[in-house]
């Protein structure tokens, strides 16, 4: 079982619909992580928080919108997304120091129509 | 980033050691390297991480060449379960990006009954 819950595990959506991907740990971790996974690919960054502020955005469409609301949680909120955003979004905590290893969910599939 | 060099995939015979390589010619100083694997419809896990000095744990052992260019992954024993693709990844130890991953393409290994 991993430490760090995504939800939903699988979420098909419109290219008009908005919906939200969720996160959580209760490991104490300040430091969270989004990254997109296409089939047969490495994980790729999207975005960093440390401390619930957003530190590193890797050049990511705005129709991605990444929130932190407390040091337990990690939201990506959608809208407008296109059918090649398809793809297995990952979430991952790591604790304090930069040698902590990162833990990550099993991630949410998403299918785009 | 400091990028890493792995084969593509591996085979392995179980019950038998395997050898993962990876090659990171362009290590800075302050790099840490970090393996990773990820199962099949999982995400990311940490296996083992090391600076200088070869490293072991309950999962692997990691041995890291002496100017830190390349460095092997050691599973001492292979099981069906250990079928995923490994990660070698540089990380910095420093800075903004410090604990950031980011992945290669990773060495699909193979157990074979």
Same mark, same amino acid.
């Given at each position: 079982?991993?430490?760090?819950?995504?939800?939903?595990?699988?979420?098909?959506?419109?290219?008009?619909?908005?919906?939200?991907?969720?996160?959580?740990?209760?490991?104490?971790?300040?430091?969270?992580?989004?990254?997109?996974?296409?089939?047969?690919?490495? #994980? %790729?960054?999207?975005?960093? *928080?440390?401390?619930?502020?957003?530190?590193?955005?890797?050049?990511? +469409?705005?129709? !991605?919108?990444?929130?932190?609301?407390?040091?337990?949680?990690?939201?990506?909120?959608?809208?407008?997304?296109? #059918? %090649?955003?398809?793809?297995? *979004?990952?979430?991952?905590?790591?604790?304090?120091?930069?040698?902590? +290893?990162?833990? !990550?969910?099993?991630?949410?599939?998403?299918?785009?129509? | 980033?400091?990028?890493?060099?792995?084969?593509?995939?591996?085979?392995?015979?179980?019950?038998?050691?395997?050898?993962?390589?990876?090659?990171?010619?362009?290590?800075?100083?302050?790099?840490?390297?970090?393996?990773?694997?990820?199962?099949?419809?999982?995400?990311?896990?940490?296996?083992?991480?090391?600076?200088?000095?070869?490293?072991?744990?309950?999962?692997?052992?990691?041995?890291?060449?002496?100017?830190?260019?390349?460095?092997?992954?050691?599973?001492?024993?292979?099981?069906?379960?250990?079928?995923?693709?490994?990660?070698?990844?540089?990380?910095?130890?420093?800075?903004?990006?410090?604990?950031?991953?980011?992945?290669?393409?990773?060495?699909?290994?193979?157990?074979?009954?």
């Amino acid at each position: 079982d991993t430490e760090v819950t995504q939800t939903p595990k699988h979420l098909v959506m419109g290219m008009t619909n908005k919906k939200s991907l969720k996160c959580e740990q209760h490991m104490g971790h300040r430091a969270m992580y989004w990254y997109k996974q296409k089939a047969k690919k490495p #994980p %790729e960054l999207m975005f960093v *928080y440390s401390y619930e502020k957003l530190s590193i955005n890797e050049s990511v +469409p705005s129709r !991605f919108s990444p929130e932190c609301p407390n040091s337990s949680l990690l939201n990506l909120h959608l809208h407008a997304l296109q #059918p %090649e955003d398809s793809a297995l *979004y990952l979430c991952a905590s790591r604790g304090q120091g930069a040698v902590q +290893p990162q833990h !990550f969910g099993d991630g949410t599939r998403l299918s785009i129509l | 980033d400091a990028k890493t060099t792995q084969p593509n995939s591996m085979e392995s015979n179980e019950e038998e050691p395997v050898h993962l390589p990876c090659n990171h010619s362009t290590i800075s100083g302050t790099d840490y390297i970090h393996w990773y694997r990820q199962l099949p419809s999982q995400g990311p896990e940490y296996v083992i991480h090391g600076l200088t000095s070869n490293v072991n744990n309950r999962m692997a052992s990691l041995a890291i060449a002496e100017d830190r260019k390349s460095s092997t992954l050691i599973l001492h024993r292979a099981t069906l379960r250990d079928a995923a693709v490994y990660y070698c990844i540089l990380s910095l130890n420093y800075g903004g990006s410090q604990g950031n991953l980011i992945f290669g393409k990773g060495t699909k290994l193979s157990v074979k009954p």
